[in-house]
């Protein structure tokens, strides 16, 4: 269960949401009807496909109250585009020595950096909160020290 605050953009509460309905009305049914046809056979306590489907359903359920307290404990970002300064929902642009990257700051719930989504609580996500416009900064990764430039905020 969730204890904190997390903060999402609409897009993601929308994601999380659809989700927890496909879970709740596809997924969930669909796991309850093959336990009770696995259940028709003789040895259905001893049956592995029985084991398999119970903790199937097990993890989805938990998943389902997973998402359920993310969504009751939300905090809604929105991008503040009044400003040079990054903050959560916002857009970064990057300068290192040879490339741009850009990276959009939104809360771990929707972290998913292979898409361009870094988390708040990652160490880069971190050190862009707060930061401006030509600002530098140093991150440390396991690849190293990385040094980028903020060239702009969207």
Request: glycine share 6%; no cysteine; proline share 4%.
């Amino acid at each position: 269960m969730v204890t904190q605050q997390v903060y999402i953009t609409p897009e993601g509460v929308k994601k999380l949401k659809l989700e927890l309905a496909q879970l709740r009305e596809v997924k969930r049914p669909e796991i309850e009807r093959e336990i009770r046809e696995s259940q028709g056979g003789a040895d259905w306590m001893d049956n592995s496909e029985f084991i398999h489907l119970r903790e199937e359903l097990a993890f989805v359920e938990a998943r389902m109250y997973e998402l359920e307290d993310m969504l009751a404990t939300a905090v809604l970002i929105e991008p503040d585009n009044d400003d040079d300064v990054v903050d959560l929902g916002d857009t970064a642009i990057l300068q290192t020595d040879d490339h741009t990257e850009t990276y959009t700051i939104v809360g771990t719930a929707e972290a998913d950096p292979s898409q361009g989504f870094i988390s708040n609580e990652s160490p880069l996500g971190r050190a862009l909160l707060n930061r401006r416009v030509g600002d530098e900064i140093t991150v440390q990764a396991p690849a190293g020290l990385l040094h980028f430039r903020i060239v702009a905020v969207r």
